[in-house]
């Protein structure tokens, strides 16, 4: 509960009660009506809809019991512009036409004449609208505080890649760098045994071969730290480049394809990405199966293969960094990851909650 409201309750209970004194015509009944109505004004922040019905109907049985009192009606009032700040402009036009209609009626048993208590219904009814102005400045006032804060969260994303990408290409001249040397010293080395009619030792050729595919790898993980527009939509692209590679993959897609939140949509794709690589590195020949599947408040990727699963300490749980870069991943958006052995293969599975956000839509996986 607001600790404002808390202190607001009591403070217009007190004024409510203090007029209904100096107007000297409320018995127990009525200031029981109007202390009720302000200690309810105390959840609206919480509880707009059902707040609201309770301080009309309480404002609407003094005015008509006991007397036509606008100061009855300030609980009704103040909830009325919180309902409106909550976008239930229905709820808060209903209400305020029927606190209009008991004010008039509240007049009219007083044996006010019918001209005068129409008026005093429409006075009411400029409160009213005031209240609702109120309530939509509030509303606009959140939504701009709401665009701040996703500006403020997309700089910091886009300072994140661009820092990224810097890190990356130093490390990329550095590691290549040194890494090309070590290639060019093997490759002499291996010529060289060659021309004096000698074979290469194992060491030497495993030396050039793994040099050849490290410079590889770097090169590949620069154009992903460079690419920002990943997204299921490129999935088919990446199965060909496995299949390509002698990978055997299987794509399945259930659900309604729609756009994704671009932060879900990149840690979908990275996943499978990264479960696919694995697949290749520690069940060379298996075969593998993707699955996206669309639900209304998640979409869930598995990759599953038939090949023998790694010990730990070989990108799988236990020691290496691909689960642990996906699990980062998927608690960054509040979802759940499984991976583990299923019989000879292995399985990743991912739960992604899909919170659509404005200015973060992806792209769709075509069917």
């Known amino acids: ?204 050729l495993a030396i050039q071969e793994a040099s050849g595919e490290a410079m590889r790898e770097l090169r590949e993980t620069l154009e992903v730290l460079r690419d920002d527009t990943v997204a299921l939509a490129r999935l088919p692209e990446l199965i060909s480049r496995m299949r390509a590679m002698g990978q055997e993959v299987a794509l399945t897609v259930e659900g309604n394809t729609r756009a994704l939140p671009a932060s879900v949509d990149q840690a979908a794709f990275r996943i499978v990405q990264e479960a696919l690589t694995n697949c290749v590195r520690h069940a060379p020949g298996a075969q593998a199966s993707v699955l996206v599947e669309y639900g209304k408040e998640e979409v869930v990727v598995e990759v599953s293969d038939t090949g023998g699963a790694a010990a730990p300490g070989e990108g799988f749980p236990g020691g290496g960094k691909g689960l642990t870069g996906m699990r980062e991943r998927v608690d960054a958006l509040g979802g759940r990851l499984e991976a583990g052995p299923a019989g000879r293969g292995f399985t990743v599975k991912a739960w992604l909650p899909v919170e659509v956000t404005a200015g973060l839509t992806g792209k769709a996986l075509p069917a």
């Open 1 to 204: 509960m607001n600790r404002v409201d808390v202190m607001v309750a009591p403070v217009v209970g007190a004024l409510m009660v203090g007029t209904a004194a100096l107007n000297g015509v409320a018995g127990p009944a009525g200031y029981g009506l109007l202390v009720l109505s302000a200690a309810a004004l105390a959840a609206h922040r919480r509880h707009p809809l059902h707040v609201l019905a309770v301080t009309s109907v309480l404002a609407a049985c003094y005015v008509l019991a006991v007397e036509p009192e606008m100061a009855a009606t300030i609980p009704a009032l103040i909830t009325l512009a919180s309902v409106v700040r909550h976008g239930h402009r229905r709820a808060s036009q209903v209400a305020a036409l029927g606190l209009v209609a008991a004010m008039t009626g509240g007049y009219l048993l007083s044996d006010q004449p019918v001209l005068a208590a129409v008026k005093g219904g429409f006075l009411v009814l400029g409160w009213f609208v005031a209240a609702v102005a109120m309530g939509i400045a509030l509303q606009q006032a959140d939504r701009r505080a709401l665009d701040a804060e996703h500006s403020r969260e997309e700089a910091a994303l886009r300072r994140a890649g661009e820092e990224r990408l810097r890190i990356a290409r130093e490390l990329h001249d550095s590691l290549t760098h040194t890494i090309s040397v070590i290639k060019v010293q093997a490759g002499v080395a291996v010529h060289l045994t060659s021309k004096r009619g000698e074979q290469a030792s194992p060491a030497l």
